[in-house]
């Protein structure tokens, strides 16, 4: 019986996903009782499920099992045991100031564990590619952990290990990653969020004390959603303008104490809590104000521009913007864990619906017949098999993402800052489309905590916002690829780096008569993907172009082509993504992993 519903199910998949029309008869299969079984406990699986998850995690599957186990073991995660199996999740329910205690609590724990050891004192590639891995499993339990932990390692510590240099290093790097001191990252303000070159903390040099002064001028200016901030933190980063003899330096980033090591606010410092929010509510996001803050010299993170004691203004960088863009270089990890935490979500979803879609019937075909499976239904399969997908594809995308951060060079900055803003949006709005769906493909049982999807909804919607807005993103995007677009044409040069040396080739002609398998044929279907992102790239340098022509200036002609902009970003990511699974394909050998990949995608 059992390798009969295997048989079925795998002939309902494969005729949906290879578009073939399965017998009149066969549409609709009925089943005469309800017997709830998991489909993985009951079904002959056709490929080996550890190489596939060897291929979708990538790396470090011992330390995931590891902390998988660590996870399970302690009451602080609130397993619940059923029918043999243990079952992990955060319980929402709980007080905003429980939930952030709870998360203080695992920290803990986890701390305890070693788990962070290395985080921030280990170098190369493989330490951080444990580090992601590590927090990618923490993502997966709970939200709150996993941001509480980024906002401390990745942003406060990652801050304090690219934009300072060896004094920075000896005295914090130590100590924050044995916990004792908790740090924080204060960029965002209350008047500025995506423009950061606009913030308006004020930090000026005073060359009699050897001291700088760190101001919040206005109520606009106001350090806000600092995450770590209204509870917990000790320290800050504190992104501000920088004042030297009158002159405006630009933005630049400092070390701040805020609360003394029994949690005392410091003097000349004001900190409000953010309250109750529509998730992640085990994090304590605050309001900081700096009133005359004074803060030794050496507190400047210097590895891109230095203050002497006698207050002259130094750095290698002599072009402001590029001193700012190097300035950014921390949030470049959060887009990377905020991509990659998006795909891992909508997994989890996409198992949930599919599951229940596997064991919940619903109306027969036939007058006082048994009821039909859910995914038995061509609506039902349409709602979620195209979701998975996606997320297969995306699933290696986010991985050469980290590979390409993990690898990354002064040369690649700017590429993998283009390509992680390209993933951060783009896999953060499929993974909350395709929680609504998977939601909705629930039913009244979606509804229920139990289930997550509908508290993931809550707790993973900012990532359209925190760590760069989405639709900012996509026309950051287009920008850059209008910058390589006319310095090609201008230097009559071939496109290089960013996937567009299609470019350069003759266009790709689509033939006149389609066939299934041209339809069907990876070099089809990248060269589609091709002709979208050539096309729209075309028709934004053209249209900003013309804008120009009229008297606007570049950033408005940009503002005005917003339309183009955003589509190009779309097409410039999904091309990106597209190629990489094709790429990642290419290499499998043949059998049934292989197969089973190509039938997902």
Known sequence: MDNDRVSRRTEVLTNHLLLRTPPPSALLHPHPCLSYSPPELSNTISFDTREMRKLMDCHNLEERDWIFSLILQSPLFNPRHRAGRVFVSPDYNQPMEHQRQATMKRIGYLLQKGVFRGWLTGNGPEQELRKLALHEVIGMYDHSLAVKLGVHFF?????????????????????????????????????????????????TYDSNT????????????????IGGAANHATHTIVFSQLYINGSNQGVHAFIAQIRDSDGNICPNIRIAD??????????????????????????????????????????????????????????????????????????ISLAIAIRYALTRQAFSITPNGPEVFLLDYPSHQRRLLPLLAKVYAMSFAANELKIMYVNRTPKSNKAIHIVSSAYKATLTWNNM???????????????????????FMGEFDVHSTFEGDNNVLMQQISKALFAEYIACQKKNKPFSGLGLEHMNKPLPVIPSQLTSSTVRSSEFQIDLFHLRERDLLRRFAEEVSEYQSRGESKESAFILSYQLAGDLGRAFSERAILKTFMEAESTLPAGTLKVNQIISC
Request: aromatic share 8%.
């Open 155 to 203: 942003l406060w510590g990652g801050a304090v290990k690219f934009l300072g240099t060896k004094r920075h290093h000896d005295k914090w790097l130590n100590s924050t990653e044995n916990y004792d001191i908790k740090g924080c990252f204060a960029m965002s303000e209350l008047g500025h969020g995506s423009n950061v070159r606009g913030i308006e903390t004020v930090t």
């Open 210 to 225: 050897g001291e700088f002064v760190i101001n919040t001028p206005c109520e606009s200016g106001q350090k806000y959603w």
């Open 274 to 347: 953010c309250g109750h929010k529509i998730g992640l509510n085990g994090v304590d996001n605050g309001r900081i104000w700096f009133d005359n803050v004074r803060i030794p010299r050496e507190n400047l993170l210097n590895s891109v521009a230095d203050v002497s004691p006698s207050g002259e203004y130094l750095s290698a960088i002599k072009n402001a913007d590029q001193r700012f863009a190097a300035f950014l270089a921390p949030l470049t990890s959060g887009r990377v864990t905020i991509a990659v935490s998006a795909v891992y979500i909508s997994k």
């Open 433 to 455: 489309r395709t929680l609504q769906e998977c939601r909705e493909a629930c039913g009244g049982q979606g509804v229920k905590s139990e289930n997550r999807v509908g508290n």
